[in-house]
C-alpha cells in the first residue's frame, strides 16, 4: 500500500511515514508521519492515504504531494 520511510514533501521538507490507521468511525486509511524538523504545530500528522499519494501541478510541472526517498 505504502512503504514506511522518508518522504520529501513538494515544498521541500522531509517526512516520516510511520505506518497506516484506520480512521474510527470511517474506517477510511491514514497515513501517519512525522515531521522531521521543528514545527510548532505538530510531530505528528495525519492524512489520507489518497491525498497522500495524489499528484499535483505546480507550476505547469505535475509532481507527487510526498516523494518516497528512503526507507528510514
Known amino acids: 500500500m505504502l512503504e514506511p520511510g522518508i518522504y520529501k514533501h513538494y515544498k521541500g521538507k522531509k517526512y516520516r511515514v510511520l505506518g497506516i490507521a484506520k480512521h474510527s468511525e470511517t474506517l477510511e486509511d491514514l497515513v501517519v508521519y512525522e515531521a522531521l ?18 499528484r499535483l501541478v505546480i507550476n505547469g510541472r505535475e509532481v507527487p504531494r510526498f516523494e518516497f526517498i528512503s526507507s528510514q
Open 37 to 54: 524538523y521543528e514545527n510548532e504545530n505538530s510531530k505528528l500528522w495525519v492524512r489520507s492515504v489518497d491525498m497522500f499519494k495524489e
